[in-house]
């Protein structure tokens, strides 16, 4: 039990475009989200937590109209990064609380975005 | 503050064992967490514990002394493939993690 996916697994987008990642908790409704960015050979960073049905909380430094960020039902939440720039290129890792889990957290397996 | 705390790297041998510290500093205490991570992948749950003691999983062993704000992630017969980060967190009261900045531990043959 406990599995998140997340689609697509990587993309490749053009500067300037827009990208909607999805996460999925697939065995278990997840009433909060994390929204993670890593860079290579760095920690993750937390962007984000989402709670269904409200707005997303943002760590300082996020820009929140950048990443949006939807989490419209239990089991879906979405990170849209908006007008990419090659900067934005990074690993993007969702992960989800399920509150009959206490406080574990469970990740989908990470998104690749390259922006060129 | 809240600060968690690791070797950034360590070595070890095919076969061998390696043990893998983690301390912390927080305000509050719901548990810790390790977590393994290989390059270019999302990290993979490895436990999570909120009392104290030692508590054994395959060839991995979690110990946690919440007094001393200390645990430690043993891997026995240590495997090629255990070569990953390894990483230490805490959630705070919002079920946000505080990580570690992980240990890299490299395996040879």
């Known amino acids: 039990g406990a599995v998140v996916s997340q689609h697509p697994s990587w993309v490749i987008c053009k500067s300037g475009t827009s990208v909607k990642i999805e996460c999925r908790s697939l065995?278990?409704?997840?009433?909060?989200m994390f929204w993670y960015r890593q860079f290579p050979k760095q920690s993750l960073m937390l962007m984000a937590t989402?709670?269904?049905?409200?707005?997303?909380?943002?760590e300082q430094g996020v820009e929140k109209d950048k990443f949006l960020i939807n989490h419209a039902s239990l089991t879906l939440s979405t990170l849209t990064v908006t007008s990419a720039h090659p900067e934005d290129s990074s690993f993007y890792i969702c992960?989800?609380?399920?509150?009959?889990?206490?406080?574990?957290?469970?990740f989908g397996p990470g998104t690749r975005l390259t922006v060129t | 503050g809240q600060n968690i705390d690791q070797p950034t790297e360590m070595t070890a041998t095919e076969g061998a064992i390696v043990q893998i510290n983690c301390t912390y500093q927080?305000?509050?205490?719901?548990?810790l967490f390790w977590y393994q991570q290989h390059a270019g992948e999302a990290p993979t749950f490895l436990s999570y514990?909120?009392l104290d003691g030692l508590e054994e999983k395959g060839r991995f062993s979690s110990f946690l002394s919440r007094s001393k704000g200390y645990s430690y992630l043993l891997l026995k017969e240590l495997q090629m493939k255990d070569s990953a980060s390894y990483l230490c967190?805490?959630?705070?009261?919002?079920?946000?993690?505080?990580w570690g900045a992980g240990t890299k531990l490299i395996i040879k043959p």
């Open positions: 992960s989800a609380r399920a509150p009959s889990r206490d406080y574990e957290q469970y």
């Open positions: 065995d278990f409704q997840a009433t909060t």
């Open positions: 989402s709670n269904e049905g409200s707005k997303a909380t943002y």
């Open positions: 927080t305000s509050g205490f719901n548990g």
């Open positions: 514990y909120v």
């Open positions: 967190a805490v959630p705070d009261s919002n079920y946000q993690l505080i």
